[in-house]
């Protein structure tokens, strides 16, 4: 069974940055995309970022210019770099990747936390 394994996420002052990484425990055929996905408390699961495998990304307009997603197509694994983080990042970040044969995995969720 393939996981995807999340690292990076803490504790960050406003201003501050944070690096997600995310790898899966094994290689996943015909991925579609790769993304991250977030949820505060009291909140609906929102899409952060996606990269696709033609490496066309998109983002949530809240994120945009300030993270930025990245993939390594041979490991299979997808970067977001967060910068100049503010208190309503604050939220469990799950990675995603998806199939071209319609199955889709997620990540356990990895807490990043905006405060001073």
């Known amino acids: 069974q393939v996981q995807l394994v999340e690292s990076g996420g803490g504790l960050v002052q406003p201003g501050g940055s944070l690096r997600l990484s995310c790898t899966p425990t094994?290689?996943?055929?015909?991925?579609?995309?790769m993304g991250w996905y977030r949820q505060a408390p009291g909140k609906e699961r929102e899409l952060v970022a996606t990269?696709?495998?033609?490496?066309?990304?998109n983002y949530a307009d809240s994120v945009k210019g300030r993270f930025t997603i990245t993939r390594d197509n041979a490991k299979n694994t997808v970067i977001l770099q967060m910068n100049s983080l503010k208190p309503e990042d604050t939220a469990v970040y799950y990675c995603?990747?998806?199939?071209?044969?319609?199955?889709?995995?997620w990540g356990p969720g990895t807490q990043v936390t905006v405060s001073s």
């Open positions: 094994r290689s996943i055929f015909s991925i579609n995309a």
């Open positions: 995603n990747v998806r199939t071209s044969y319609s199955i889709s995995f």
């Open positions: 990269i696709a495998s033609g490496g066309s990304t």
